[in-house]
C-alpha cells in the first residue's frame, strides 16, 4: 500500500470520528438511492457538501477498508495523481470512495473518466459550483446534483425542529391559503415574519448553528474564499484582479437591480464592456451574483439590459450596510424560485416564471395595476402572513425545496 494511501485511510477515519450531524439535507437521499457509479455534488462554499459527503460515508454498509474519504484541499493530495489514488484502493479491494474539493486536482475529470471506464469503483465527490463538466462524454457518464443555500423550510427545521414538508410552485399558487393557515399552525407560539427575517438576514447556510454572533463575518470569508482561492484558481485570474471582482460585488450590493447599465458598471470598477461581462460570469459560477436577462431577450432581435442580483438574502446583508428593501424581497425571490424553476424579469412584473407566470414582488400594499386583466399574474407580498387569491405571502416561497 502507497504512503498516500495509507494517509488517506488515517485522515478519512479523523473524519468519521469527527461530531455526527444528524440532520439530513433533502439531497442527501436522492444520492443515497442513485444507482450512478459516478455522482457529483455541486454547490457554493458554505452550503455543506463536506458534512453531506460524510453523512453518505456513514449511512451506507461498507467495512473501513472499502469506503475511504478524501479532502483534495489537504496537503497529502497536493501532487496526487487522482487515477493512480484510485487504482491503488480499487487493488486492494476499496468499493467506494468520496472524494471532497475535487477541483482542486487539475484535470480532474480526465481521471474520473479513467476511473468509470478501467475501475469497479463507485465515485461520489463534491466540487465548487464554478466547476464545469465541458466533455459530453463526461456528462453522460456522472449523474450531478447541485446543493443549494439551506432554504427558509429548512432553516426553520434545522434551528426550530419544525418538520413541515416542501411544496411545489403549482401547490403555492393554487391552495396557499389552507396552507399558509397550517403552517402558522405548525409554529405556534412563533411568528412567521419574525423567523422569515432572521433568515433573511442569517439563515442561508449551516454554519449559522456554529457561532450566530459572527456568522456575517464567518460569511465574508466564505466570500473571499471563493474570489480567492476557488474563482482564482479555476479560472486563473491574477489576484490583483480579484478586487475587481470584490468592487464589483459592491456595487451590484449597493444598487437597485436595473440602476445601472453595462456601461456605467464597467466605467465604475475600470474594466471594458468584455471583461465585465467575463466576471459578470466567474461570479456567477461562483453563486456568488444571479445574472438574469429579459424576457424579450429569447428574440434576438429585442434588446434589453440584464439585471444583476447577489445570489441570496444573506450576502447582501453581509456586504451591505444598509440595503435596499426592495432588492432584498426580490433577491429572495430569485434565490427561493430559481433553484428549480427558469426565471427572467418582465416589464408586466418583477419575474415571470417558466416563461408563463408572473410575478409582482413587493410590500403588503403592493396592487395589481401592472397586471390588470392578466390570469397569471401573482403579487408575492412581504409583511403578510397569509394571502388571499392571486396575492401570496412571500415567505411561502421558502418552502419550494
Known sequence: MSIILEKAFELSKYKLLSKEILYKRFLFYDLK?????????????????????????RSMKYSPKEAIYISCDHPVFSDLNLFEFLEDFSKIGGKIVFIDEIHKIP??????????????????????????????????????????I??????????YGFSI???????????????????????????ILKLFYEYLDSGAYPFFLEDSDK??????????????????????????????????????????PLELSIEKMAKRVNVSKTTLYKYIGYLEKGEIIKHMSHEARRFKNIRKPDKLYLSNTNLLKALCLE????????TFFSSAVGYNHTLNYSTKGDFIVDEKMIFEVGGKNKDFSKGKGLSNYYLAL?????????????WLFGFLY
Open 33 to 57: 438511492k442513485s444507482k450512478a457509479k459516478i455522482r457529483g455534488i455541486y454547490g457554493a462554499r458554505g452550503v455543506g457538501k463536506t458534512t453531506l459527503l460524510i453523512q453518505l460515508l
Open 107 to 148: 484535470d480532474f475529470q480526465k481521471h474520473l473518466k479513467s476511473a468509470y471506464d478501467f475501475l469497479d469503483l463507485k465515485i461520489i465527490f463534491s466540487g465548487s459550483s464554478s466547476i464545469s463538466l465541458n466533455d459530453p462524454d463526461m456528462t453522460r457518464r456522472f449523474s450531478m446534483y447541485k446543493l443549494p
Open 150 to 159: 439551506l432554504s427558509f423550510r429548512e432553516y426553520l427545521e434545522l434551528k
Open 165 to 191: 414538508k416542501s411544496l411545489s410552485l403549482e401547490e403555492i399558487i393554487s391552495d396557499h391559503e389552507d396552507i399558509e393557515i397550517k403552517i402558522l399552525k405548525t409554529i405556534k407560539p412563533e411568528k
Open 215 to 256: 456568522y456575517h463575518e464567518r460569511l465574508n470569508e466564505t466570500i473571499n474564499a471563493t474570489l480567492y482561492y476557488d474563482l482564482a484558481e479555476i479560472y486563473k485570474i491574477n489576484i490583483e484582479k480579484i478586487s475587481t471582482l470584490k468592487k464589483l460585488l459592491i456595487t451590484i450590493c449597493v444598487s437597485k
Open 323 to 330: 440595503g435596499d428593501i426592495g432588492t432584498l424581497r426580490e
Open 382 to 394: 412581504d409583511n403578510i402572513e397569509t394571502g388571499i387569491g392571486n396575492k401570496i405571502p412571500l
